[in-house]
């Protein structure tokens, strides 16, 4: 069997030309494991390109000086050996080569590295990205990268000046709504940054229909507070017109009786009598229920009934109007009861001041003083919605006793209700 070195020119060069490839491939397969921490086929593909390169030398060398002095001793030893043995080592080392390329291709594909990692990260719908204290971006994915520059017209550099951008919260990029949230992660004891980009713009057209919902419900609810608050008042003015109506049509009918009447029957003149002053005290108790005491009457019962002792100090003024007066004794009883039922008072005090553009009522009670601060709610809310419709306010103070002040304002303008 010929020698290697006895072989055609073109026979030596395709020996050549599968040592170069031979090389590149141990060189590729040398990258790529480094590039994914597997430092022991790092190795391995050097000890394989080391004997491809030096066949490779010694091809080179017997091409260049062919059997002359000028040849290395090595190169004319090896050149001397049978092609045969030359073409096993090839097939040994390039299977060897092919087998390492493809196991570090397969491990790409099945294990989870980096470039996995980072292929997969720019295939999902959200921004993703992570910097440094300095700002310096470790990654994005190409979603975050997209919408920093629709946001800020420019590519993503430096992780902090986006951040201060977006600001934490929901912006609009390109037609679609997103929410960006950061958050600090630390890794290998170094503190870094991190912020989603999350697509809410289904959610965010829920939320916008949600709250205008809200919205009008709430006005709703505001209107139907005011009416179910002027029912009972709406309902007094009507007994009060009909009883009125049917004294009035009762005194029509007396007025006619009395006119046709025989003067001669006592009968029936004692029986017009009769009815005449059956009128005049249904006369006389409208005129009683338009007074104060008949209010005042029913706070005393509903102090007694809840053991609480009223002390009066002054009186309601005459220039108060009815819608005002009707709000005091309202203000009152509320007053009353709250004082009971959470301060667990014995004494209310009512008092009355005067400035130069208000008139105030004061509810002062000596029970426990509230440890949080005080919330309009239920028969308060409903007394402060009476009180606006007025001009009036209502306020709580807290100081050695807790005292609730109804104050009305001085033009009369405003001393009728709203609407």
Known sequence: MSAFFALSAPARALFALWALLLCLTDIGSAVLAAVRRRY??????LMLFAPVYFMWQVIFDLSLFGRTEDAAEISLTLGG???????????????AAALLLGYNIRYDRTFITPGTIKLFLDKIPCGACCWRDNGRVLFSNICMNRLCVSLTNGPLLNGNHFRDAVKDGILTADGRAWRFSCRELIFDGEILHEMIASDITAEYAK?????KDKAELSELNRELR??????????????????????????????????????????????????????????????????????????????????????????????????????????????????????DAKTMT????????????RFTNDGKLPHDAVRFTGGLANLSLLADKQGATVSAQIDKAFT????????????????
């Open 226 to 343: 005011e009416y179910y608050l002027s029912i009972d008042d709406i309902i007094r003015r009507r007994e009060i017109l009909q009883a009125r109506v049917n004294i009035h049509d009762e005194m029509n009918r007396l007025m006619l009786s009395t006119a046709t009447a025989n003067r001669e029957d006592a009968a029936a003149m004692d029986r017009i009598f009769s009815l005449w002053e059956q009128n005049a005290l249904l006369l006389c108790m409208e005129a009683e229920e338009t007074t104060d005491a008949k209010a005042v009457n029913s706070m005393e019962k509903l102090a007694a009934a809840l053991n609480i002792r009223l002390v009066w100090q002054g009186v309601l003024p005459d220039s108060l109007s009815e819608w005002q007066r009707s709000l005091f004794f309202s203000a009152a009883q509320e007053a009353i009861a709250n004082a009971v039922k959470h301060a």
């Open 404 to 419: 609730l002040s109804l104050c009305f304002p001085k033009q009369t303008e405003s001393n009728q209700p709203i609407g």
């Open 350 to 361: 009512l008092s009355f001041a005067e400035t130069g553009e208000c008139f105030c009522c």
């Open 207 to 211: 939320m916008q229909a949600l709250e």
């Open 40 to 45: 022991r086929f790092t190795a391995f593909a």
């Open 81 to 95: 050996f049978p092609w045969f043995c030359w073409l096993a080592a090839f097939l040994l080392v390039t299977l």
